[in-house]
Structures are given as structure tokens and as C-alpha cells.
């Protein structure tokens, strides 16, 4: 038994670095930092309207969702080869391992590089060799989750699916992204259906500026099993009373939220709210190279700011990452004995 309330408040940052964790929550691409931006242009010989590091870094003051989406896809236009997008996931993997991520679910946007020329099979190529290295050397278990940009069409992201099926067996599942407002779940539905029937794993984007209808339909029409965000939802009881029931996880970005002005601060974060609606909640890092930090950087922001979390909401947080996410079950009971671990020897 672990006796939490024995666990002094100075010793939480300690412990939120050193428990192992599952990051569900990270765009491959937006762990993509300035000083790799610039040295793939120059390998690549791409032009960057940014003269430097330094200029390109000012210009990540965002108001909202889609001025930072603007700038995450242009950042993205130096990746071009297979081992462009190798070296992006190996450097997240290398970061991940330092934060104790035992495992990493990657979201990534295929359409933001086939729309540009480059093939599908270069980027499930480079990344899937990350994810075979992160394994051997780092002892990070990383898998992929495609991604479909929402505010394209659903038969672009039917031609999406079509061009990875020969890849199948490289992804663990399918996500919605980009901008949330006017592109609602249900606009995927047939889309998301047929990936049901491949038995791939679902998820979507849904309540981070979008309404709690937003995560109902995602809930009810598109029927997935993860919600990314998620926080609008405790404006609705009812749907808040479902997600505990169901206990559907909602892969949480502290970080993000206050970036994208989704709050005004950290202090004014929900997070603490959530856990204690007995809601499955994660902590993640969305786009980590953009937002300020990696996943124990959220970790420590969202602690530091809210004093109502205690170390069993850290323990909880943690267990809550490895419920949620789509490993087997060896490996979740695992990783929930190294948890106790670290809990039990500080
Ligand atoms: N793509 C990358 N980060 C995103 C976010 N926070 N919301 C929607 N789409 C994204
Ligand atoms: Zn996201």
C-alpha cells in the first residue's frame, strides 16, 4: 500500500520526473524544435521565410488553435525524406526516454506531406524505423496513429486510408486532427467506419475549442475510444457522467491549452476538476517543440499551478496513461508495478 498523504508536496517534482508514464497525446511533428527545422532546409535546400533560429522561435506567440496550425504546417515543409522523418521521431524518442515515457502513441499527418509530394511510404517508412530503434535502444515502446486532417475533405482522408492500406500493419490506429471549430466529428463518419471494420483503433480530437456536441458525436458517431482533449466537456454534466461511466480517456495538454488561449493560465487549467469528476484523464504534450516543453514539463507547470493536485493524482495521472493507451495487457501490468515502485521507495 502506498501511503500518499505521507508524500510532502516538495517531493512531487521528484517523483513526476522519475514515474514511468504513456504519452498518448504528441504530434511527431510538432516535436519538430527551430534548430532541426533549419538544419533539414539546409540539407534539403528548402527556403524558410525565417532568416534564423531566433526569428522563427519569436514567431510561436499564438492566439489560437489555427494561428498556431498555420505555422505547424509550414514548419513542416522541410521534411522530405526517409530519414528526415527518422531523425524528427528519434529526437522525440531521445526526449521521451529522458521524461520516463515507457510508451509513446505518435499521431502523424500524412496528408500534410503527400499533399506536398512526398509518398505515405516515406513517412510510415522513417517513422516506423524510429519506433524499431526506440524499442532496441532506448527500451521506449512507440507505435503509430494516423491522422486525418479535419479541415479537408472525407474523401481526401478516404484516399488517405486507401493509400496507407498496404502499410496496415504499421499503425495501431486512426486520429482527427487540425482545426476543430466547423469540422465536426461526423463529417468522418464513413471514414471512421471503415477503419472500424480494418480494426484499427479510433480516436479524435474533440472539445479543445470545440463544443461538448463535438466529443458526443465523436462518442456516438465516429465511436471512438480516446478523446484528444477533451476539457469543454465539464460545461456538460451529462456527458461528464458518461465519460466517467465509460471511463473514456481524455488525453489532456496543460501546455497546449494555455498556448492556444484555451485558458488564460495554468492556475485556471481543469485538470485537477476533471480528476476529480473521476474522469480518465491524461497529461500530454501535444506539439512539445511549439508549447514550451515535453511531457514532464506539463507535469510540472500543471502541478506547480494547481495546488489541489497531490501525489495521488500524479500516481493516478500516471496509471490512468497506461490504462488508456493501446498496449497490451503484459505490458500495462507491467508498467503499473514500476509505478507502485517508484511511489513506494520515495
Ligand atoms: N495538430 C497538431 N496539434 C493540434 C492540436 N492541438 N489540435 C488540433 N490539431 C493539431
Ligand atoms: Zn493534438
Not at 532568416?51 to 498555420?70: C, G, I, K, M, W
Amino acid at each position: 500500500m502506498i501511503d500518499f498523504d505521507a508524500i510532502p508536496r516538495e517531493r512531487l517534482p521528484a517523483l513526476l520526473q522519475a514515474m514511468p508514464k504513456a504519452e498518448l497525446h504528441i504530434h511527431i511533428e510538432g516535436s519538430l524544435e527551430p534548430e532541426l527545422i533549419f538544419a533539414l532546409a539546409q540539407r534539403n535546400g528548402v527556403a524558410l521565410p525565417y532568416p534564423d533560429v531566433e526569428a522563427l522561435r519569436a514567431a510561436y506567440a499564438f492566439t489560437d488553435l489555427q494561428s498556431f496550425l498555420d505555422i505547424y504546417y509550414a514548419g513542416a515543409s522541410v521534411l522530405l525524406k526517409e530519414e528526415d522523418f527518422f531523425d524528427m521521431a528519434m529526437a522525440y524518442f531521445r526526449r521521451a526516454a529522458a521524461d520516463n515515457v515507457v510508451r509513446a502513441e505518435l499521431f502523424f499527418d500524412p496528408q500534410t506531406h503527400t499533399d506536398r509530394g512526398v509518398p505515405i511510404g516515406t513517412v510510415i517508412g522513417g517513422l516506423i524505423r524510429a519506433c524499431d530503434t526506440a524499442r532496441r535502444e532506448l527500451g521506449v515502446d512507440g507505435a503509430l496513429i494516423l491522422c486525418f486532417l479535419r479541415h479537408l475533405s472525407e474523401e481526401a482522408a478516404l484516399a488517405t486510408l486507401e493509400a496507407a492500406l498496404p502499410y496496415r500493419d504499421r499503425f495501431i490506429g486512426v486520429g482527427l486532427d487540425s482545426s476543430e471549430r466547423g469540422n465536426p466529428p461526423e463529417k468522418f463518419a464513413r471514414v471512421f467506419a471503415r477503419c472500424s471494420e480494418l480494426g484499427l483503433h479510433l480516436v479524435a480530437h474533440a472539445g479543445e475549442e470545440g463544443p461538448p456536441a463535438y466529443i458526443w458525436s465523436a462518442l456516438d458517431v465516429l465511436h471512438v475510444e480516446r478523446i484528444d482533449h477533451g476539457v469543454a466537456c465539464l460545461a456538460d454534466p451529462t456527458l461528464v457522467a458518461r465519460l466517467a461511466a465509460e471511463r473514456v480517456p481524455l488525453t489532456v495538454c496543460p501546455l497546449s491549452n494555455i498556448k492556444l488561449c484555451v485558458y488564460p493560465a495554468m492556475d485556471a487549467h481543469n485538470l485537477a476538476a476533471l480528476l476529480d469528476a473521476g474522469l480518465c484523464a491524461t497529461v500530454n504534450s501535444d506539439d512539445p517543440a511549439y508549447f514550451g516543453g515535453y511531457i514532464n514539463q506539463n507535469f510540472l507547470e500543471a502541478f506547480a499551478a494547481l495546488p489541489q493536485l497531490t501525489a495521488r493524482h500524479a500516481h493516478r495521472l500516471a496509471a490512468n496513461s497506461f490504462e488508456a493507451s493501446f498496449a497490451d495487457s503484459e505490458s500495462k501490468a507491467r508498467w503499473l508495478r514500476s509505478l507502485d515502485k517508484v511511489f513506494a521507495e520515495n
